[in-house]
């Protein structure tokens, strides 16, 4: 659950990265398109931290290891047909991991509304 909220994460920041682009092809169309597929990932995202939030929240503790050890497998990952960890590209960053990272630690830490 742990690296869906995280990979998610990374998606939207990556598309958010990359509007600059979708905005010079010169079609509105597409930058609405963005707009909706950051939304998306955004909430699956949201999806796995709820998750997490609700089952496992005695393990909330592991939770910057896990990601810790993501980033690190990160460098060493290379494209292989999968959507998850699917980081190739100079968007991929290491401050984009860092605030990803940041972002997932900080939406799993917020109090379960129920």
Request: glycine residues 4%; hydrophobic residues 45%.
């Amino acid at each position: 659950m742990v690296m869906i909220a995280f990979d998610e994460m990374c998606t939207c920041r990556a598309y958010a990265a990359e509007k600059p682009f979708y905005d010079a092809l010169g079609n509105n169309t597409f930058h609405h398109w963005l707009r909706e597929v950051i939304a998306d990932e955004a909430v699956h995202s949201m999806n796995a931290v709820n998750v997490i939030r609700a089952r496992y929240r005695d393990r909330i503790g592991q939770v910057g290891t896990i990601l810790d050890n993501l980033i690190r497998a990160a460098d060493n990952l290379r494209y292989s047909g999968t959507f998850v960890l699917d980081y190739f590209g100079a968007v991929y960053s290491k401050e984009l991991l860092a605030d990803s990272r940041l972002a997932t630690m900080r939406n799993i830490a917020k109090p379960l509304i129920v």
